[in-house]
């Protein structure tokens, strides 16, 4: 007769945060900002919020219809006597790179922070845009 072992029962929620406690990416007090990519007729926008963060310490970049937004988030006053049990508010870089849907025109490019949320619209480049073509009879 065989004797099998039964593992307990993990709790789901404990691994989840163990994924974040031990990936590399997030472990160097960084963070991945979110973004919503989404677009029109002739732009491609990118939102992301980002409270709290100085717009002066934010880098954007497009390069081969790449959009790579990057920064620092600086805690002004650390207590080093805290006990922590938990520490969830961010400190330290970030870097997000995203490709993006269309073809775009990355030098007229503009940005604009607005209560926590950088929006970013990109033109798209005349050959990305839909055409109309007209069918004619004869």
């Known amino acids: 007769m065989s004797i ?3 593992r307990p029962m993990m ?3 404990q691994e989840f945060d163990r994924f974040f406690e031990d990936n590399s990416m997030l472990n160097n007090n960084g963070f991945i900002p979110a973004l919503d990519v989404y677009q029109d007729n002739d732009n ?3 939102e992301t919020p980002l409270p709290g963060i100085n717009p002066q310490d934010v880098n954007i970049s497009v390069e081969n219809d790449v959009l790579t937004i990057e ?3 600086e805690k002004k006053s650390e207590v080093d006597e805290k006990d922590y049990y938990r520490k969830e508010v961010r400190v330290g870089g970030f870097h997000r790179a995203i490709a993006l849907p269309s073809s775009v025109n990355g030098e ?4 604009e922070y607005k209560d926590g949320i950088l929006k970013i619209i990109i033109p798209k480049e005349e050959r ?3 055409k109309q073509i ?4 004869k």
């Open 134 to 137: 007209k069918i004619s009879s």
């Open 4 to 6: 099998i072992k039964l």
């Open 108 to 111: 007229n490019a503009n940005a």
């Open 71 to 73: 920064g620092k988030v």
């Open 44 to 46: 491609v926008i990118v």
């Open 11 to 13: 709790d789901p929620f």
């Open 128 to 130: 990305a845009k839909p």
